[in-house]
């Protein structure tokens, strides 16, 4: 999904978002990140590899409901590869939350041997949840705590604002804000994050995204199109030629048979983030592929 398009999106209450993550990082024992299974990486703010340089690290893939099964265990194997923990959830029905708590007790094993050495076996783990806007944080969080409401506590080092979510006997999760970053340097991947919704669609032209995504999915996944449009994609088909022949097919027509390639364009997006057209993943670990 390539374009010349370079979208920016960083409002200024991202920049105190990550300032205060920044500070309090030196209080947690680990950092749960969660991403969008269908882009691991467009999903991934790159500050936070700083920002967590040193703290053990949870991923958690989620919405694999909605995610390619077969890239998500590559995607799974990479992060590994690379010394995080993984985990695989749909926040929404709950799938794989309940591997939570002990994924972190796991993770963080070395260390609570150790506390139990120093007399400590009972002391309070503390885990930082991360995350950009809209990539199903606050459901994943909800689902982990069992809907218990979040307390604002007065904790050594934290400001009263400061969201700290108990999780289980010990452990307690201290939520962040979403946030974004100033610039995507890849258009692709402002792309990526437009497609699943994860930054407002309104600002980019809604036929020229869909364009990408259909273009992508022709090369990748052209069974689905077919099943669901009853499109055949040929070779030399542009983005809008490919609307405009799934439009067609739906019946999107407006005065003098023109093709409604608008309406197509925001019913694929709109079908493609709810799941209705299948289960899809839009880039893959670079040692993979470098088609993304």
């Known amino acids: 999904m390539d374009s010349g398009m370079q979208i920016q999106w960083y409002p200024g209450h991202m920049a105190k978002t990550r300032r205060m993550i920044a500070q309090q990082?030196?209080?947690?024992?680990?950092?749960?990140?969660?991403?969008?299974?269908?882009?691991?990486?467009?999903?991934?703010?790159?500050?936070?590899?700083e920002l967590t340089e040193g703290k053990p690290r949870l991923v958690v893939l989620n919405r694999v409901d909605l995610a390619d099964q077969s890239a998500t265990r590559r995607w799974a194997a990479w992060f590994r590869g690379r010394g995080f923990a993984v985990l695989e959830a749909n926040a929404r029905d709950g799938t794989g939350t309940?591997?939570?708590?002990?994924?972190v007790r796991e993770l963080l094993a070395e260390k609570l041997a150790a506390y139990a050495e120093r007399g400590q076996a009972g002391r309070t783990v503390r885990v930082m949840i991360l995350g950009i806007p809209n990539v199903g944080k606050s459901t994943f969080i909800n689902k982990v705590s069992g809907r218990k409401t979040a307390k604002a506590e007065d904790r050594p080092g934290v400001t009263r604002s400061k969201q700290w979510i108990s999780v289980?006997?010990?452990?307690?999760?201290?939520?962040?804000?979403?946030?974004?970053?100033?610039?995507?340097?890849?258009?692709?991947?402002?792309?990526?994050?437009?497609?699943?919704?994860?930054?407002?669609?309104?600002?980019?032209?809604?036929?020229?995204?869909?364009?990408?995504?259909?273009t992508y999915l022709a090369?990748?996944?052209?069974?689905?199109?077919?099943e669901r449009y009853?499109?055949?994609?040929?070779?030399?088909?542009?983005?809008?030629?490919l609307l405009e022949k799934a439009g067609r097919k739906r019946g999107f027509l407006v005065r003098g048979g023109q093709v409604d390639t608008e309406r197509m364009a925001r019913v694929l997006l709109d079908?493609?983030?709810?799941?209705?057209?299948?289960?899809?993943?839009?880039?893959?670990?670079?040692?993979?592929?470098?088609?993304?």
């Open 230 to 241: 009853r499109l055949q994609p040929e070779p030399e088909d542009s983005g809008y030629d």
């Open 168 to 214: 289980a006997r010990n452990l307690e999760l201290l939520d962040t804000p979403g946030m974004l970053w100033p610039k995507f340097d890849d258009p692709a991947v402002g792309l990526r994050l437009a497609c699943t919704g994860a930054v407002r669609e309104e600002i980019l032209d809604a036929e020229e995204l869909a364009g990408h995504l259909i």
């Open 271 to 292: 079908e493609f983030q709810g799941g209705r057209l299948g289960r899809f993943t839009l880039e893959l670990p670079e040692e993979d592929s470098h088609e993304d």
């Open 219 to 226: 090369a990748h996944y052209p069974q689905a199109l077919a």
């Open 98 to 103: 309940d591997r939570f708590a002990g994924a």
């Open 25 to 49: 990082m030196r209080h947690m024992d680990a950092v749960c990140e969660i991403l969008d299974a269908r882009i691991p990486l467009s999903s991934r703010n790159p500050d936070v590899e």
